[in-house]
């Protein structure tokens, strides 16, 4: 079975430090990984995805994060954090097959102050 | 706005009511899922679509909830003889499956209280 452990329930930084969101997985095979993003009020966002080759993927709004084979980590990075990133971040995974089932972490909430 | 929406965007029943929510995803994504979250947890996966098919539904769904997806493009969700432990957001999500386009786009949610 797959899972996925976010080890932090909350992260502060404070703004114009970098940031770090932990993710660790478990899945069979290798993995397809994601960051998503949930602002008060709306829906999951997309942020950034691993499929495969380069270890560190950028995505949207300055993040990146690097998927570490060794430590089955995938851990949400950014170099300056701002006020409006504030926000409750989701990791998942899923095995790279064409299996749709994606399973979700419970979340690391992540508050920027200035 | 993801261009995944759903409705109702809130729905209060009587516990032993009937309801059903309905998606409507990107247009030209062939996959379609349905989770359910509650507060303090990340999503939990319910079932997917791939066209009109159901490929998976979890062990957890019981079989009071059934999903459809007609003609392959919007789906609904229906729960029967409600309980107040569905009170929970229901969330829809669509992706395309060609070309590495795994990640999922969310509609907003369908917020449900039990009473």
């Known amino acids: 079975a797959q899972s996925v452990a976010q080890p932090e329930d909350q992260v502060n930084v404070a703004e114009g430090n970098p940031l770090t969101v932990k993710c660790t997985y478990s899945?069979?095979?290798?993995?397809?990984l994601f960051w998503y993003v949930q602002y008060p009020n709306r829906g999951l966002q997309f942020l950034l995805k691993y499929i495969t080759g380069d270890n560190l993927v950028k995505g949207s709004y300055g993040f990146e994060a690097e998927f570490n084979k060794s430590q089955t980590s995938f851990h949400l990075k950014k170099p300056s954090a701002l006020v409006s990133d504030s926000a409750l971040y989701f990791c998942?995974?899923?095995?790279?097959?064409?299996?749709?089932?994606?399973?979700f972490g419970d979340g690391t909430t992540l508050t920027v102050k200035p | 706005d993801t261009g995944v929406s759903q409705d109702p965007r809130h729905k209060i029943t009587k516990r032993g009511q009937n309801v059903t929510f309905r998606c409507d995803p990107i247009s030209e994504h062939n996959r379609l899922y349905w989770y359910r979250q509650t507060l303090g947890q990340g999503p939990e996966f319910l079932t997917y679509?791939?066209?009109?098919?159901?490929?998976?539904k979890s062990r957890l769904l019981s079989d009071r909830f059934s999903a459809e997806r007609p003609k392959g493009s919007f789906s609904t969700l229906e729960i029967q003889r409600t309980e107040q432990g569905d009170s929970a957001m229901y969330l829809c999500a669509s992706s395309l499956l060609t070309g590495g386009n795994y990640e999922q786009y969310f509609g907003p949610g369908t917020r449900l209280t039990v009473t």
């Open positions: 899945v069979s095979g290798n993995p397809y």
């Open positions: 998942a995974v899923r095995p790279n097959t064409n299996a749709g089932k994606s399973t």
């Open positions: 679509f791939q066209n009109e098919a159901q490929l998976e």
